[in-house]
């Protein structure tokens, strides 16, 4: 199964672009690289000489116990003569002792250092880039790609880089410089023995190289599978009233449990694949031994070779040449996890931000609010548009109210104001400028935003209210709060304006929801308020509340209101008719009732309703 690349995303990037990518990364902690390169280098000199101290003793006891010449040496020191035997053995142990001891510190050190580089550097280096990349993508590439992929590519495949640096590059780098330093030694020692003791290791090359091209398809399916398990999780959370209030728990465990069952029967798979090619490798690489015994006991016998210094050292570096190559498989394994999580960060770095200042775009400060739509159209997708051929001009100051049924495109068309998108065709011009032509944290810090439900961060009903204006005093805070009639329930809370509110405002009522983000949107005191249906989910004596709020915070701004009700068409200086993203209507409420058509349908059939109401409430003696 192949992997889908996120929608709107950057080409994918072939394997060695991708290696590329990843060593240009790795180049910008160069210096935190070759201190940990340093450190191994020390390491395994470190060990040889260990090495060849323990040798060299093996040797000076085989010439004293057997009474054979002892002319060996290690890095040229050679036993003083006049020493006495125990002398020479005690400071031989000294030095394999601190050499061990140096090892030690050593190794402690390296492990300080990788970490440092990779978690505390890069790691987070990465992860706060493809953050603010995010940040700064279209709606588009949000509208594309769902939650768990965005998700899992912030943290597990920043991890999979992180891999790369440390257990792929700086582990090919130490593999090659300890392969490089064991052989010549082993050469230096015997070249004969060394040829027949490594003839294996093409092979073991070859077969690594095989099980790579082999597992990669499959690690790129984990992923995809992983990814699938977080989506199904993120909607379960998000989705928990649903599932509840129709009662359907088992069935939505069932769906996380097959999510989940997937990606562990798949892991498995992997697991006993790598498992056997591990072992595999590490039992070919024991022919080495085989060999090292067999040859290099011969060899010793006929003189040609000593035993300390000579076989018991080469035993030695074989050992570590084998388990070096032993790690191949690990490398290779980290190779492709590594390079599928970073193809997956670097979609997301390289994914292009559709809407975007341009370089010379103009920098404004508080617009007059005059918005006009020029011949726009608009698409999502393909070539099916949403909005056709919409001219509308708004004073500054104006309020128009938006009717259509659903689907019809009216919040499209006011996404467009704050270049949520642009348009495929036609222009937008705000106070008579290209809308892309003015710089955007200007544009959008001129308008106020109330959505159909709002959202809320967990934080402060202060700092949720100043959420667009953090630099905001008490006292704004508390009169943009009271322009939202929201001040009395603030109160009324615990900590009042510091009160600390649940994970997407959890703990308040849709209304004091809606009010507070009414509060947010009038703080940032916009010349243009975009209020798309802010009632639509609210009862109607709260929506009765809302709307005296909304009077007052729609005062003076250039408004677009997305309403169904009479009550609010009517408050509008003129209305736009929506249908099939064309507007088929415009006009004030008088104007309008007086043409035939879907405004004055939609018209009578409330006031037919409310006269409904109003006659059983008079009924019951309600009013
Ligand atoms: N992210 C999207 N990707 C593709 N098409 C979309 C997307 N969002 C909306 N649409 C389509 O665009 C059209 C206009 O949608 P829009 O949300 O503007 O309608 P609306 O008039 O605001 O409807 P409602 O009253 O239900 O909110 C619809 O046909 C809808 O299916």
Known sequence: ???????????????SALIRRLFGLAWAYRLHCVRVLFLQLVLLTIGIAGLSFTGLGIDYIRSHVEGVSFDATVFGLVPPAAWPPLYVL???????????????????????????????????DLRAE??????????????????????????????????????VLMQSVIMVISLTVYVAYM??????????????????AWLSTWFSKKIEPEYRLNRTLFERMIQSFSESIQGIGVTKGFGREAEDRERFGRANRAVYEQQRGIFWKVSLFSPAVGALTRINMVVLLGYGGWLVIDGQLPLGTGLIVFAGLLE?????VNSVATLVNSVQQ?????????????????VQSAPDAVRCG?????????????????????????????????????LGPTGAGKSVLMSLIPRFFDPVSGRLLIDGLDARDLHLDDLRRNIGLVFQESFLFSNTVAANIAFGCPDATSAQIEKAAKIAAAHDFIMALPQGYDTVLGESGSGLSGGQRQRLAIARAVLLEPSILLLDDPTAAIDSETEHEIFEALDRAIAGRTTFIVAHRLSTLRRADFIIVMEEGRIVQRGTHAELMRQPGAYRRVAQLQLIDGAALHEEAEGRGLV
Do not use: W
Not at 339 to 352: K, T
């Open 338 to 354: 590594s390079l599928i999580g970073a193809r997956r960060v670097f979609e997301i770095l390289d994914s292009p931000v559709e």
């Open 187 to 204: 050469v230096h020692l015997h070249v004969g023995l060394t040829l027949a003791c490594l003839a294996t290791t093409p092979l073991l």
């Open 366 to 402: 508080r617009l007059r609010g005059a918005v006009c739509f020029e011949r726009v159209s608009f698409a999502y997708t393909g070539i099916t548009p949403v909005l056709r051929d919409i001219d509308l001009e708004v004073a500054p100051g104006q309020c128009v109210a938006i």
């Open 1 to 15: 199964m192949a992997e889908p690349a996120p929608s709107n995303a950057a080409p994918p990037l072939k394997n």
């Open 90 to 124: 005690a400071a031989l142990a000294c030095g394999v002792l601190l050499l061990a001891l140096a090892r030690a510190v050593l190794n402690f050190l390296y492990a300080v250092s990788i970490n440092r580089l990779v978690q505390q550097k890069l790691v987070v």
């Open 320 to 324: 570590q040449f084998s388990g070096q």
């Open 130 to 167: 493809v953050y603010d990349k995010l940040q700064r993508l279209s709606f588009r590439f949000f509208d594309a790609n769902n939650t768990g992929s965005i998700i899992t590519r912030v943290t597990g495949d920043v991890q999979a880089v992180r891999m790369f640096v440390d257990q």
